[in-house]
T-cell receptor, first 110, second 114 residues
Framework: GQNIDQPTEMTATEGAIVQINCTYQ??????LFWYQQHAGEAPTFLSY????GLEEKGRFSSFLSRSKGYSYLLLKELQMKDSASYLC???????????FGRGTSLIVHP | KAGVTQTPRYLIKTRGQQVTLSCSPI?????VSWYQQTPGQGLQFLFE???????NKGNFPGRFSGRQFSNSRSEMNVSTLELGDSALYLC?????????????FGPGTRLTVT
């Protein structure tokens, strides 16, 4: 199966920057999604990376290194509402179905 | 544009019973995927339907089944419920599936098996 590794929990201060890392198996890789999920709510799409490099979208950016099997989500100017679980979901093994990691629970405090 | 809807939102069943959950995708979306989410296992893929055909299946027992109708609405059925089936069941729709575009998730059905 897919081995997706991301930290279980992170804490950060309002206004700060946080980077959430994700490593995955590279065999048959063909893209990676990041989703945000607030407690008790459905996941919502944040980003999709296929090529190496950084993609910026407002306060959120996502980076991908295909050769290293590594991605990160960068959140800038943190707000309290960013407290949520962040799910890394790569597509690997030749499948187009994304496999979700267990998520990183981010706690933003004042 | 209306989002993905799922019914019912909450359900309590007893072991051995069966349950059917419903999902209506975003208008125009033809791919519907189902996921089970539990605190211990995270989000796990059950199956994906496209144009009334099951295109992909996850690693779940045959007690879990689904179908898709011509209007893209989908149902998921779990027979002979077990305590371990207690979970949040999410469906997600996308335009074409095949992982080319993002998925939009519904609010989920919280199933409790007692």
């Amino acid at each position: 199966g897919q081995n997706i590794d991301q930290p279980t929990e992170m804490t950060a201060t309002e206004g700060a920057i946080v980077q959430i890392n994700c490593t995955y198996q590279t065999s048959g890789f063909n893209g990676l999604f990041w989703y945000q999920q607030h407690a008790g709510e459905a996941p919502t799409f944040l980003s999709y990376n296929v090529l190496d490099g950084l993609e910026e979208k407002g306060r959120f950016s996502s980076f991908l290194s295909r050769s290293k099997g590594y991605s990160y989500l960068l959140l800038k100017e943190l707000q309290m509402k960013d407290s949520a679980s962040y799910l890394c979901a790569p597509k690997s093994g030749g499948s187009y179905i994304p496999t979700f990691g267990r998520g990183t629970s981010l706690i933003v405090h004042p | 544009k209306a989002g993905v809807t799922q019914t019912p939102r909450y359900l309590i069943k007893t072991r051995g019973q069966q349950v059917t959950l419903s999902c209506s995708p975003i208008s125009g979306h033809r791919s519907v995927s189902w996921y089970q989410q539990t605190p211990g296992q995270g989000l796990q893929f059950l199956f994906e339907y496209f144009s009334e055909t099951q295109r992909n299946k996850g690693n779940f027992p045959g007690r879990f089944s689904g179908r898709q109708f011509s209007n893209s609405r989908s149902e998921m059925n779990v027979s002979t419920l077990e305590l371990g089936d207690s979970a949040l069941y999410l469906c997600a729709s996308s335009l074409t599936g095949q992982g080319l575009r993002e998925q939009y998730f519904g609010p989920g059905t919280r199933l409790t098996v007692t």
